[in-house]
């Protein structure tokens, strides 16, 4: 038996076939047991697992796996982001239509996904393109108009020229759309938002509870809701320069203390007192254009050169009205945030410094870091954002910031004109309402009609789903559904005129947003989430997925549930009570001489001269080891999982994912090192089958005592236990996995000890050697699920390793037999004794006068007495 090498062509899919004619990964929502629910973020249906999807997924199926064999109820379900452009791209490019692409696409990568022999729950899988699911996103969508959660708003957005489509601010890369990589327009148009800012604060301060969330992932968030504590300071306009009827300027500062440091005023290109201005003043109109032409995403703002047009406009300052500040439209103001004003102050603000210092209009510093002399502090290149004392600032002279910020507050908002006080305290975010709309085919139709006398008209429950029309063409650029001849004339719900459908349909993120929920209870015809089921089993206590999706995803996500939770469709805020991300899958790349990357299939690798060296399989051509990169199809050092299950199996695959490096961080691809994986396994089933043979088929009954060799056995197996425990759990798995090699080793030893083949081993050892093997099988099972079951029959166990419990640790095997005791002479350090834990004092003494540094300090002196401080300290007084 155990010459016979391990076939994981032949095991692997007989044992996936086992667990489904089984269904042992099948939750169920009325089983008493705790619940734990394990998510990894469900793929997008492009064709094709990759590597990074078999690492995700292994990493999510490992913690599935124990907290099964823990005894919790765990819910491990599986389903495809199913909408979104490249379906559509494939119905232009290829002429196949979106729906038969995606679910084409889903039953090939299902297979794939099978292959990897993950423990996930397919009766509740669905795709979010599947009528029964986006029919309840469109019910739900329903609810938020009704809750006021769901709005019509005019919007300056970002326009896509080459994908004809409206992009999220979040999808602006660089001032370019995140796909098409095309420079993005501004256009202003109706569109549906998700009210998101409605909840800024609440999504902030609940951060706080997220505990199982990575710091970084939190922080991100924040910076991305950007809360801001400041004041709106109503700037009068000197009459004499305003154009118009405007008589003053808003502003929104959030450092009311620099005031005095004011050196210009400045405004957004779109800001109405530019336009205005602008009317009268062909050459900034000229400006204006031109600013807006490059784009007023953040990243452009915050890399352009600040540049700025006088447009005569006067300011008075706050509080000295015979201070005029001019008033430049900037390219660095942005209109959708605070005010779309500002008052600069260069001393203090790096970006107002940068713009004195093209227009010289000069500094003056009003923060006088602790320590330097205020009558030389001067500002040149580097604006100062440190601490200090107020300086040249009149009445606020010598008070720190925090100090002046609030006397200035106080002041302005006593100070009252025309009415209203001058200036007012405010919070702003940065966060924006979420734009749902897309000019798209291959999404969630949104369900209103737009009738002439009715205007909006939500498509009534009864009505839903709102369905895509199939017969559609990609002939022309632009929107399917809006070219479609008949999908969208329809009559008036209301009135009963001819209206006609919202041809608009949901960005996929909404579709993300909440199939988590769904999960629970995707048999529900009638409603998005069953409550009674929803409320058990959410929330998802470990999310796993790339970082990518930290901030947009996982933000949504949590609008969406308290939306849910508003409308009645949830009882909880947050969905995600563990969040994990995981780090990605990297390999070296190849090249040719003439730039043209290879794959690695394509590459051989040798030890050469002077290090490793490349050559193609074909020719023998040398190619170019180059640098460690992310896979992808552009530099073609992609591994396909096909090919490794195909040559290796999946466990090795798994194994190999989880080996080399933390969860968190990347991974580099090595074929060297999953032959090494691939050997491991091999080692294994040999130990495994020595194991059975020294042991017998069967488990005979635990003997009374046991051995020293049985006892440091059976020692190695329960540490390796304990350890592998607490390593899953952390998902510190590379870890485990190192513990398994030691313990696998350590059982090895034992095996390979001479006279262990003789039939009449000491009892003892033979139970100590069958236990050992069967908790070496369960601790790598989460991992190799496979190769594990296999194992579990060699050793003659009863049904599936994959249902059985977790193993029983016996604590007292834990504890270390030996102490270490620190030997004092006198009160002197001069050495350490290691002696047995349950040593008795005669014992320990006698051990501590053998030592020869203990003798020397003696000197020959008598030993007067012996203090033995259990488990710290021997003192020998001579
Ligand atoms: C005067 C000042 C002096 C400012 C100083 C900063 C430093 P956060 O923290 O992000 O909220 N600001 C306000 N609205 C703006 C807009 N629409 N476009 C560009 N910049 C804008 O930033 C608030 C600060 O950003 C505000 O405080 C304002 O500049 C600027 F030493 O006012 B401050
Ligand atoms: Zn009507």
Known sequence: MSSERYNARESEPRWQRQWDEKAIFAAKNDDPRPKYYVLEMFPYPSGRIHIGHVRNYTLGDVLARFMRAKGFNVLHPMGWDAFGLPA?????????????????????????LRSIGLSLDWSREFATCDPSYYKHQQKMFNDFLRAGLAEREKRKLNWDPVDMTVLANEQVIDGRGWRSGAVVEQREMSQWVFKITKYSQE?????????????KVRLMQ????????????????????????????????????????????????????AQAAAAKNPKLAEFIAEAKRHGTAQEIIDTAEKLGFDTGIRAIHPFDPSWKLPVYVANFVLMEYGTGAIFGC????????????????GTTPVVCPEGQDPSTFVITD??????????????????????????????LEAEVRGNLPVGERQVNFRLRDWGISRQRYWGCPIPVIHCPTCDVVPVPDKDLPVVLPEDVTFDKPGNALDH???????????????????????DTFVDSSWYFARFTDPWNENAPTTRAVVDRMMPVDQYIGGVEHAILHLLYSRFFIRAMKATGHIGMDEPFAGMFTQGMVVHETYQKA??????????????????????????GEEVAIGSIEKMSKSKRNTVDPDDIIATYGADVARWFMLSDSPPDRDVIWSDERVQGASRFVQRLWRLVNESAEMAGGSAAAKPAAFGADALALRKAAHGALDKVSTGIEKLHFNVCLAYIREFANALGEVLARPGQESPDLAPDLTWAVREAAVILVQLFAPMMPHLAEECWGVLGQAGLVSEANWP???????????????????????????????????????AVLALDAVKQALGGNAVRKVIVVPMRIVNVVG
């Open 88 to 112: 559509e791209n494939a119905a232009i490019e290829r002429k196949v239509a979106p729906k038969a692409w995606t679910y084409d696409n889903i039953a090939a990568m299902k297979k794939q």
């Open 203 to 215: 999504l902030l301060d609940a951060l706080d509870t997220l505990d199982r969330w990575p710091d």
């Open 222 to 273: 924040r910076n991305w809701i950007g809360r801001s504590e400041g004041l709106l300071v109503r700037f009068a306009l000197d009459d004499a320069t305003s154009p118009g009827d405007e008589s003053e300027l808003k502003i929104f500062t959030t450092r009311p203390d620099t005031l005095f440091g004011a050196k210009f005023m400045a405004i957004a290109p779109d800001h109405p007192l």
């Open 346 to 361: 260069p001393a203090h603000d790096q970006r107002d410094l940068d713009f004195v210092n093209k227009y010289g209009l």
């Open 382 to 411: 580097t604006a100062y954002d440190g601490d200090g004392r107020m300086i040249n600032s009149r009445f606020l002279d010598g008070m720190t910031i925090e100090q002046a910020k609030s006397d200035v507050a106080r002041r």
């Open 484 to 506: 479609h001849p008949t999908w969208k004339h329809v009559s008036c719900p209301q009135c009963g005129a001819k209206a006609q459908r919202e041809t608009d349909t949901m």
């Open 594 to 619: 003439d730039g043209g990357y290879v794959t690695p299939a394509e590459v051989k690798i040798e030890a050469g001269a002077n290090g490793r060296r490349a050559s193609l399989l074909t020719s």
């Open 808 to 846: 029983q640790i016996e604590r007292d095997l834990l504890v270390e037999d030996t102490v270490t005791l620190v030997v004092q002479v006198n009160g002197k350090k001069r050495g350490e004794v290691t002696v047995a834990r349950n040593a008795q004092n005669p014992e320990i003494e006698a």
